[in-house]
């Protein structure tokens, strides 16, 4: 059974950051990949970051050094640090578990989703 927890959001002002943790659960070999999506109100979702197996990580162009992604496999948690945050990374923000990616369609397990508020 994987179960995906997500905690950290909360609101803050533009230039601010904010650190996302997700703790994970059941997590077994076939997941290849595991990320952060986020969906804004009236908008579809969105990938923003993602880790493989191996250690590589992708980042969407929005969000590209301002945002890390990383994973701790001995405390099993997926952790994402946003910093200079801006209005329009306002979203709810998910963590998933999955195949290698961006599409939201590749990843099978979703975490309860997470709010984030830029203003």
């Known amino acids: 059974h994987v179960q995906l927890v997500e905690s950290g959001g909360g609101s803050v002002q533009p230039g601010g950051a904010l650190r996302l943790s997700c703790a994970y659960s059941g997590v077994i070999s076939f997941i290849s990949c595991m990320g952060w999506f986020r969906q804004a109100p009236g908008k579809e979702a969105e990938g923003v970051a993602m880790i493989d197996r191996d250690g590589i990580r992708n980042y969407a162009a929005a969000v590209k050094g301002r945002f890390t992604i990383s994973k701790d496999t001995a405390e099993n948690t997926l952790d994402l640090q946003m910093n200079s945050l801006q209005p329009e990374d306002t979203a709810i923000y998910y963590c998933?578990?999955?195949?290698?990616?961006?599409?939201?369609?590749?990843?099978?397990?979703w975490g309860q989703g997470t709010q984030v508020t830029v203003s």
């Open positions: 998933a578990a999955g195949s290698i990616s961006w599409a939201d369609t590749a990843y099978k397990y």
